[in-house]
Nanobody, 121 residues
């Protein structure tokens, strides 16, 4: 089992910055991917950014150039630096930890409870 805990959400003005953190603990496999997803009211959950255990990153087009995902593998922690935020970034942000067994390839998917980010105009 893996526990995923987010922190760092809050209220920020448009154009400002915010940093989210997510710590995973428990039975962490060497092959994994951590990331951030968000869900705005009335909308489906969408990918924001992910980073693999090897350091490869993926970003949604809407956040490219504004958000940066990074990780501290020693701490099993991932960060999302959000710069130049916009009102449309308002959502509940969820941290995800995905991992795969080296032998057998079984996969596991874990989610945090989410942290609210509100951007005022």
């Amino acid at each position: 089992q893996v526990q995923v805990v987010e922190s760092g959400g809050g209220l920020v003005q448009a154009g400002g910055s915010l940093r989210l953190s997510c710590a995973a603990s428990g039975s962490i496999f060497s092959i994994n991917r951590m990331g951030w997803y968000r869900q705005a009211p009335g909308k489906q959950r969408e990918l924001v950014a992910t980073i693999t255990s090897g350091g490869s990153t993926t970003y949604a087009d809407s956040v490219k150039g504004r958000f940066t995902i990074s990780r501290d593998s020693a701490k099993n922690t991932v960060y999302l630096q959000m710069n130049n935020v916009k009102p449309e970034d308002t959502a509940v942000y969820y941290c995800n930890h995905f991992q795969r067994q080296v032998l057998g390839g079984r996969t596991y998917d874990y989610w945090g409870q989410g942290t609210q980010v509100t951007v005022s105009s």
